[in-house]
C-alpha cells in the first residue's frame, strides 16, 4: 500500500469509530465510577429513608410535650425553708396551671424566689414527668442590732433580712451607724465569721468602734479583742488556746505578740 493509499482508502468510520471508542473507553471510566459511588450513595439513600421518619417523630413529640398538656406541671416541690413560709415561696413561683414542663423558665422563677427577703439563694428543677422542684438556701442571722423599729436581722454577707426577735444565741452588734452599708458593720461581721464556731458560741456583743478596732464581749464577761478583719485566719487558730490562761482580756490582733490581762 502506497502512502497516498494509506491516506486515501482510510475509511472516514474507522475515525469515527476510534473516537466512539476513545469515547466508550471514558464512558466506561465514568461508570466505573458511578459504580464506585453506588454503595457510598446507597447508603445516604438508606439514611434518609430511615431518618427522615424519626426526625418527624421527634419533631411531633416535641411539639407534643411543648404545647399540650402531656407533659405540663402537675406538682411543686418546695424544700429548705424553716423560717421562710412555704407560702410566700409558692406565691412567687407564678406556674400556670397546665404549663409544659418545658415552657417553664426555671432562672426566671429562680430570681422570683431569691427576691424574698429571708432566701439567700433559689434552685428550680424540673423533675420529669410533671414536678417543679425548688430549693431554698435561707439567709441566718449572725448578728442584729437594735433599732427603733425593732431588732435587725443581718447575715454572714451584712445583708439587713429582718426587722424581729433574733434566734436564739445570737451576737448584739454594738457600733455607731449599723447596717448593710457601714464598713464598718461590714468588718464586724467578717470578723464574727472568721471566728471559731468555738468562740462564736461564746460571744454575746460585737463591739466595733472602726474597722480596725473590733471587741468580742463573751458571755462569761470576758473579751477578745480582735482588731480588724486582716489576718483573721491566724488569729482564729491562737484564739481558743489563749482563753484556757487566766484573765479577763485576751489581745489577740497582733497573732504574734498574744497578751492577756
Known amino acids: 500500500m502506497t502512502r497516498r493509499e494509506t491516506i486515501e482508502d482510510v475509511d472516514p468510520d474507522a475515525e469515527a469509530e476510534f473516537a466512539a471508542d476513545g469515547d466508550e473507553g471514558d464512558d466506561r471510566l465514568h461508570r466505573g465510577g458511578a459504580r464506585a459511588r453506588l ?8 439514611i434518609l429513608l430511615w431518618g427522615a421518619p424519626i426526625v418527624v417523630v421527634v419533631i411531633v413529640l416535641l411539639v407534643v410535650a411543648y404545647f399540650t398538656p402531656a407533659l405540663s406541671v402537675r406538682s411543686v416541690q418546695v424544700e ?21 414542663m418545658l415552657r417553664i423558665d426555671t432562672d426566671a422563677i429562680a430570681r422570683r424566689v431569691a427576691s424574698l427577703p429571708k432566701v439567700r439563694s433559689a434552685r428550680v428543677q424540673r423533675v420529669f414527668p410533671s414536678t417543679v422542684r425548688v430549693t431554698v438556701d435561707e439567709r441566718s442571722a449572725v448578728v442584729f442590732f437594735d433599732s427603733p423599729q425593732g ?48 468562740l462564736r458560741a461564746q460571744v454575746g456583743e460585737v463591739v466595733a ?20 478583719p486582716d489576718d483573721s485566719e491566724r488569729k482564729a487558730a491562737v484564739v481558743l488556746p489563749v482563753l484556757t490562761r487566766p484573765g479577763t482580756v485576751f489581745d489577740v490582733s497582733s497573732p504574734d505578740l498574744v497578751t492577756v490581762r
Do not use: C, N
Not at 209 to 228: A, C, F, M, N, Q
Open 209 to 228: 468602734r472602726t474597722v480596725s478596732d473590733i471587741e468580742l464581749k463573751l458571755r462569761d464577761d470576758r473579751t477578745v479583742v480582735w482588731g480588724g
Open 80 to 100: 429548705g425553708v424553716s423560717t421562710v413560709p412555704e407560702q410566700d415561696v409558692r406565691a412567687v413561683l407564678q406556674i400556670p396551671d397546665g404549663r409544659s
Open 39 to 46: 454503595p457510598f450513595d446507597g447508603r445516604w439513600r438508606r
Open 151 to 198: 431588732p435587725h436581722l443581718l447575715d454572714a454577707d451584712s445583708v439587713e433580712f429582718a426587722i424581729e426577735p433574733p434566734p436564739p444565741g445570737v451576737a448584739k452588734l454594738v457600733t455607731d451607724h449599723p447596717g448593710s452599708a457601714d464598713p464598718v458593720t461590714r468588718a464586724a461581721v467578717a470578723v464574727l465569721d472568721a471566728a471559731p464556731p468555738a
